[in-house]
């Protein structure tokens, strides 16, 4: 393996306690997605051009998480190695199951065997690098699939992160708690200042709402605007309702790693995060937001309920690879809960109380 460079022996060094540098210089497809990021950055910078440089790298640390930190005036971003691990093995055992996404490629040639996910249930969920057991679909367009809706995880993950460097939230965070990172999933612990559990609930909602733009400026250019998508499928964009469904399940399937537990709203509002299905209401909202801006009124019916059939399948898809039970009713709860619902708004409506403080 090549010596580090510098870049590379800092990101190390700062990450050290999270397990420091994996270095992807022996890994083709993990030094294909840092360009990709690096080059996206850039894009981002157009729009930002106030947007300091952004070290990025992956983490030796199996778990599902990312973090965001700012050390002597300089901004870096790690993504575990185990994050993007447990996403691959995630979406290729979905779809080498013949009863999860059955009108993707060709899902007769695919398996009927249970093949779990590989992983350690902690929390965060870590990917179990000792038991390993790759699957990959046997339809090829499945197996693009997967990959793409790797990327959309991925994406968002890197830009949710972006977002607290973009939007002030760490530096916020660095001036008032004095401490330099910012984890992406945390341990849901009671905390007892109700007060500031809000303030970065708000701010995590902000930057999930971030990401989720960002996602859907992309899909934009490709949908209505013929650029070259993603990836070479191009069925995931071929109209606002299949990209929505594509981008939801996979978000869903995403955060539904987490864990989605029945909510108890006094429990939840004593967290500095807001809990899993929770942050999908909020992204399901956003979504309708972003397309109504784009004057698809007349698509905003079709698509609420595409987005609630996407939610319903990468929930059946979820317990096809684990042994999970159904908590699609966890989320659909939220839109019958008079209390989950007020608990949601404030956490939109407490933007105008944060904002004046980043």
Not at 10 to 31: P, R, T
Not at 65 to 86: Q, S, T
Not at 163 to 185: M, P, Q, T, V
Request: include cysteine; glycine fraction near 4%; aromatic fraction near 12%.
């Amino acid at each position: 393996m090549p010596a580090m460079t510098v870049e590379q022996f800092k990101f190390h060094y700062i990450f050290s306690s999270k397990g420091g540098l994996f270095n992807v210089a022996h890994l083709e497809e993990l030094q294909h997605f840092k360009t990709a990021i690096e080059q996206m950055f850039e894009v981002i910078k157009k729009k930002y051009p106030n947007l300091p440089p952004i070290n990025f790298d992956f983490v030796l640390n199996d778990s599902l998480n990312a973090c965001v930190k700012k050390v002597n005036g300089e901004y870096y971003i790690g993504i575990n190695i185990g994050a993007y691990f447990l996403l691959k093995d995630m979406f290729q055992k979905m779809l080498s199951s013949n009863k999860v996404l059955l009108n993707v490629g060709n899902p007769l040639i695919e398996t009927g065997d249970k093949n779990l996910l590989t992983a350690l249930n902690n929390r965060p969920i870590e990917f179990d690098i000792a038991n390993i057991e790759m699957i990959v679909p046997k339809d090829p367009v499945r197996t693009s699939y997967g990959s793409l809706y790797m990327t959309f995880c991925l994406n968002f993950l890197v830009l949710h992160e972006c977002a607290h460097i973009i939007r002030g939230h760490l530096d916020y965070h660095i001036k008032s708690n004095h401490n330099s990172d910012w984890n992406e999933f945390e341990d849901l612990n009671p905390q007892t200042n109700l007060e500031s559990c809000s303030l970065y609930q708000t701010l995590e909602m902000d930057a999930d709402s971030f990401a989720t733009n960002w996602a859907f400026i992309e899909a934009e250019s490709i949908i209505e605007h013929n650029l070259p998508p993603i990836k070479n499928d191009t069925s995931v964009f071929e109209n606002w309702n299949s990209f929505v469904f594509n981008w939801f399940f996979s978000i869903y399937s995403l955060l539904r790693m987490q864990g989605f537990n029945e909510l108890n709203v006094s429990k939840c509002k004593s967290y500095t995060h807001p809990p899993a299905t929770i942050r999908m209401a909020l992204i399901a909202g956003n979504i309708i937001s972003i397309l109504e801006k784009k004057n698809k009124n007349d698509s905003i019916d079709e698509i609420t309920k595409n987005y609630i059939a996407s939610s319903k399948e990468a929930e059946k898809a979820y317990m096809e690879i684990t042994c999970s039970h159904d908590c699609f009713g966890h989320f659909a709860e939220i839109y019958k809960n008079t209390d989950l619902q007020n608990y949601n708004s404030e956490i939109l409506s407490n933007w105008n109380k944060v904002r004046p403080l980043l």
